[in-house]
């Protein structure tokens, strides 16, 4: 009888994780996937792109869904900064710091392009510096609620 | 503290709406750009020879395009230049379509101090091609290009050979002389004529004859052909040197000089 109740409650509580868990995994994979698509064609330019975004498709999804399941507790916001730091490398490195540069061979000639995308970049930085000061703050707000309910 | 949060939160959202709005309409814009080259026309004045290309761009797209620099330089073998070439578009209005020329000058002094090299010794040229812009005046770009274009001679291998005489009288004779060359150049044909004369090896190099052939010579092809000079006999020495003029539909060139004897 108390093994069903446990039972029934351990559903209650972590079904909607589950169901939140991969909405969100669905929801980010999404973009990963239309992206990759586009990108296909020109995959022969940049071959590391591919296997670096699995990487970090997967690396994301995984602190993603921890994220999900330790929410209420203090390990919910350093997923969160975690997820948050490993964006900003991601775009850093992916984006070569700002300095695209590719050479395509066309036709035996050797064609050189460079894209200086170090707005974008900063703006992505900037994001993911906002996304983990977020959580810095939620994880301070946290502790501090966390003391007061333990004084009371 | 929770209002930190969503400002903090809120923030987040409007920089990536920005971010992906930004980057969407970027790859529209970018697909509507539209770039090309026209049919490229040749100036020449006392100094250079300009050869001006048409170029235009047809900014459809969300952004304005400015700072446009197409430079473009050819170097010969030894990597001196021999053209040089630069334009700038300082700004292209999203929406508008630009019309400019891309003038390529090639000095003559330089080309006429190199033209024996160039009318009978194959060579490369190296050409740089650089295209910079600055997009939405936020992510600057370049493409930069190098090409070898090889240079075929169109006079390789500029050769006489042997002699042979038609005694005319006891006075004259008729002096043949064989000629070859071939036309390894892939761009155009050698149409003219060819003068010839022929110097003995006295003091002041007597002219003894003159003599005039016609040319057409397509790419790739050679020509073996011979010009044939009435001589007046007490002049000739044995040794001396052959004068080649040159007066084709591409160029004009002269006097080229072999020795013989």
């Not at chain 2, 790859?27 to 026209?38: A, D, E, H, I, T």
Request: net charge negative; glycine share 8%.
């Amino acid at each position: 009888m108390v093994e069903k109740v446990q039972t029934k409650s351990f559903a209650r509580k972590f079904a909607p994780r589950i169901i939140k868990a991969a909405l969100l995994v669905v929801i980010t994979y999404l973009p990963l996937y239309f992206l990759s698509t586009f990108i296909e064609p020109f995959q022969s330019f940049f071959p590391w792109y591919g296997s670096l975004t699995n990487i970090f498709a997967a690396v994301f999804i995984v602190f993603l869904v921890v994220g999900v399941f330790t929410s209420g507790t203090i390990y919910q916001y350093v997923f969160g900064v975690a997820r948050g730091l490993v964006s900003m490398i991601f775009f850093i490195y992916v984006l070569n710091g700002g300095i695209v540069a590719l050479a395509v061979p066309i036709e035996g000639m050797g064609i050189n392009i460079m894209i200086d995308l170090r707005v974008i970049l900063a703006m992505l930085v900037l994001v993911c510096l906002l996304g983990i000061g977020k959580n810095v703050v939620q994880a301070i707000d946290f502790v501090s609620a966390k003391v007061e309910m333990e004084e009371l | 503290m929770r209002y930190a949060v969503r400002a903090l939160g809120w923030a987040t959202k409007i920089f990536w709406i920005m971010i992906i709005v930004f980057s969407v309409t970027s790859v529209y814009s970018v697909l509507n750009l539209k770039m090309g080259f026209g049919q490229p026309q040749i100036f020449l004045s006392d100094e250079e020879a300009t050869i001006s290309i048409p170029l235009f761009i047809n900014n459809t797209g969300l952004y304005d395009l400015s700072e446009l620099n197409i430079t473009a330089d050819v170097m010969d073998y030894n990597g001196s230049s021999v053209a040089a070439s630069t334009t700038f578009v300082p700004l292209i209005p999203k929406g508008s379509n630009i019309e400019t020329l891309h003038n390529i000058s090639i000095s003559l002094d330089e080309i006429t101090s190199k033209a024996q090299t160039y009318l009978f010794n194959d060579t490369t040229f190296n050409v740089d091609i650089s295209v910079k812009l600055n997009f939405a005046s936020a992510i600057p770009f370049q493409v930069s290009m190098n090409m070898t274009i090889p240079w075929g001679a169109p006079l390789y291998n500029l050769s006489i050979g042997q002699f042979s005489y038609n005694y005319i009288n006891l006075t004259h004779v008729e002096v043949i002389t064989p000629i070859s060359f071939e036309n390894h150049s892939p761009y155009f044909s050698v149409e003219g004529l060819m003068q010839v004369e022929i110097y003995n090896d006295n003091d002041n190099g007597e002219r003894l004859g003159l003599g005039v052939s016609d040319l057409n010579v397509p790419s790739h092809y050679g020509y073996d052909g011979q010009v044939e000079m009435i001589v007046d006999i007490s002049k000739i020495t044995g040794s001396g040197e052959v004068r080649f003029y040159f007066e084709t539909s591409v160029f004009s060139f002269g006097p080229v000089v072999v020795p013989y004897g």
